[in-house]
Antibody, heavy 120, light 111 residues
């Protein structure tokens, strides 16, 4: 059974860089087939797609965050990561990682439990 | 403001049928398929519907999806108290908004 687990600091200072990692178990990212993605939910608001990456490193980003966001993959550790620079209070959110099924209209079928990040 | 438009709230009584709409444009729903997610309070989102109307294994057939033109709908029949959650539509977007866009979400209350 595929499982995803987010990890990273729960508190980040304004103007600093937010770094999160998603560890994948039960499936080897290097097998390909799936993309891997980050989604966040601001307090009291809806979901926001951030970006996704393939095992090869090919990536897509939300245009509104593209200048601050980097998503990378480490197949040796079977994990992928998010790096968001120059954070502000507006980046306070619950961050989720998920698996993307490209043949299912890029549906996200397996999710991590989420990690809360506060910028303050 | 979300690219896909959903009503902020919906409600129904147990056993009822409820429909949640998702309105988009030619660059997203009009030319691509729609996925739906359910987010129960305090939990991660769960894939409910993909490719407009298909259900992943384990999703009850009480949940159904449809699409027409630039709009899509999620229907829940035989409403149950455990269906109280936030529901989101999502689609691929071919414009500068994309490639993936979500609706603003609909909070479903079971009265």
């Amino acid at each position: 059974q595929v499982q995803l687990q987010e990890s990273g600091p729960g508190l980040v200072r304004p103007s600093q860089t937010l770094s999160l990692t998603c560890s994948v178990s039960g499936y080897s990212i290097s097998r390909g087939t799936y993309y891997w993605t980050w989604v966040r939910r601001h307090p009291g608001k809806g979901l926001e797609w951030l970006g996704f990456i393939f095992y090869s490193g090919s990536s897509y980003y939300n245009p509104s965050l593209k200048s601050r966001l980097t998503i990378s993959v480490d197949t040796s550790e079977n994990q992928f990561s998010l790096r968001l620079t120059s954070v502000t209070a507006a980046d306070t959110a619950v961050y989720y990682c998920a698996r993307v099924v490209t043949t299912w209209s890029y549906a996200m079928d397996v999710w991590g439990q989420g990690t809360t990040v506060t910028v303050s | 403001q979300s690219v896909l438009t959903q009503p902020p709230s919906a409600s129904g009584t147990p056993g009822q049928r409820v429909t949640i709409s998702c309105s988009g444009s030619s660059s997203n729903i009009g030319s691509n398929t729609v996925n739906w997610y359910q987010q129960l309070p305090g939990t991660a989102p769960k894939l409910l519907i993909y490719d407009n109307a298909l259900r992943p294994s384990g999703v009850p057939d009480r949940f159904s999806g449809s699409k027409s033109g630039t709009s899509a709908s999620l229907a829940i029949s035989g409403l149950q108290s455990e269906d109280e959650a936030d529901y989101y539509c999502a689609a691929w977007d071919d414009s500068l908004n994309g490639p993936v866009v979500f609706g603003g979400g609909t909070r479903l209350t079971v009265l």
